[in-house]
């Protein structure tokens, strides 16, 4: 019986490399109407900056850039949603070092996913602040 429990925790470790980070499943449902301010950075990807971001009913609807000589992104399917930062972190894969940092709710404040640890420039960071949410949680 301990034997099945390391082996199920050292499989999920290996699937789920985030393990000593403040990691919880979501306590209370994400909202899907709300604004916030999604910093990405790190890694070679065309979404790095501060933009403004507004969900509603679980999409994008739109992201403006924040900073002077960023542009703002041309495809909103490349901006995540609260859901879509706790997707990526579950299904990062098998080699992949998770860091996801929730809030007392389980809602995602900070992710960072490095996809390949000994290659270059394929991590994805984002941090998520001034969150107004003009819903009641549901999705």
Not at 10 to 38: I, M, W
Not at 40 to 63: H, K, N
Request: proline letters at 7%.
């Amino acid at each position: 019986m301990r034997a099945t429990a390391l082996l199920l925790t050292a499989s999920v470790c290996v699937g789920f490399s985030g393990c000593g980070s403040e990691t919880a499943p979501s306590s209370e449902p994400l909202p899907s109407t709300y604004d916030l301010v999604l910093t990405s950075t790190c890694g070679e990807r065309s979404l790095i900056g501060d933009y403004q971001v507004s969900v509603v009913d679980g999409q994008v609807t739109s992201a403006t850039s924040l900073d002077p000589g960023y542009p703002s992104p041309r495809r909103l399917d490349d901006v995540p949603t609260l859901r879509d930062l706790l997707d990526k972190a579950e299904d990062a894969g098998a080699g992949a070092e998770v860091d996801l940092r929730t809030d007392d709710r389980g809602w995602p404040v900070e992710l960072s996913i490095d996809h390949l640890p000994r290659a270059v420039d394929d991590e994805e960071c984002y941090r998520v602040s001034h969150l107004e949410v003009h819903d009641a949680p549901g999705v």
